[in-house]
């Protein structure tokens, strides 16, 4: 059944859906929480939480990566942020978070002209190692090939390459574009490339050899993509097309696994959940852990969006903190809106479900609700 509509005589379109549109369907079985797993592996890495801390200098500093990581997560450290231009951004960061709103994107857009130091990303790099977790950076696209030998040399684990979307068959007429298959052929680390938000691209970047996808495209509270470009993908769409990319892809590599990584308009662990409901292996969480105490945006939340030199995509929002990072993972809750113990929550939904896993849990029948939350998408 074809879910295009029609716009007007010579255009149609998708119907596709975000997550605040679709509900997971209680199953004739239920499970004690207790007995479900949310561990999750990529390549020889293995998660006690399939939560991944997004690079974005709001949500993650050195000791945010390390403390994420001593919980059971992944955090990534964003290689192009404050902590890699300033040898201190503890300033920065705290006037950053006391602009007015006006003043926001000019003052960002000033402090983020800083020149990237090799020698910082070496340091941040050693740091997040000597902590004994696991070492994740991340780059655009069009830093990669300037920065990513001093990153590899640094002795990263993970090397995340992500944008607003990263596409497998860049083509420029001025610049020679990043060949993402030679590139991550030549490397000796998994690599987990985004976004990407359609069936197609994500198969494209499944054949570079990357380890995981990070999907999205538009989303999470701080990108204003919609606006400025015009472009998004709902996410629940988004994410169930590039699950089947790969299960596709694992036909066509003769049982190659990538993982599917939702990225973006994941604040609160009901959408969390259904991310897991309809495909996805881990999420990439901003919003959500920018709202711990220990968060170094300090209760605002912005992404590279926000402070692009020509053509802002984002803004700073203010999000306020609801807890400890602990709290935020592992509860005790204290309200009622999905804020705390995400982790909690996730196990709980596996369970009222009948699943034991997370990789079960993807088969979960899912509804179309004829309600909105009004929630980010």
Known sequence: MSSEIEIGRGKRGRRAYSLDDIAIVPARRTRDPEDVSLTWQIDAYQFELPFIGAPMDSAMSPETV?????????????????????????????????????????RMQELYSAPIQAELITARLEQIREAGVTVAGALTPQRTQ??????????????????????????????EPLNLKQFIYELDVPVIVGGAATYTAALHLMRTGAAGVLVGFGGGAAATTRKTLGIHAPMATAVADVHAARRDYMDESGGRYVHVIADGGLGTSGEIVKAFGVGADAVMLGTALARSTEAPGRGMHWGAEAHHPDLPRGHRVELGTVGSLEQVLFGPGRTAI????????????????????????????????????????
Not at 82 to 100: F, G, K, V
Not at 152 to 173: C, L, M, P, Y
Not at 362 to 375: I, M
């Open 338 to 377: 999905g804020e705390l113990n995400l982790a909690g929550a996730l196990r709980r939904a596996l369970a009222t479900t009948g699943y034991l896993d997370l990789k079960e849990f993807q088969r979960v029948d899912v509804t179309v609700s004829p309600y909105q939350t009004g929630s980010v998408v």
């Open 146 to 175: 300037e920065f990513y030998k001093t990153v590899i040399d640094a002795g990263v684990d993970i090397f995340v390459i992500r944008g607003t979307t990263v596409s497998a068959e860049h083509v420029s007429t001025h610049t």
């Open 66 to 106: 390390i403390s994420l990581g001593k919980f059971g997560g992944l955090g990534v450290l964003d290689l192009e942020g404050l902590w890699t231009r300033y040898e201190d951004p503890t300033p920065q960061l705290a006037e950053i978070a006391q602009l007015p709103a006006e003043m926001a994107t000019s």
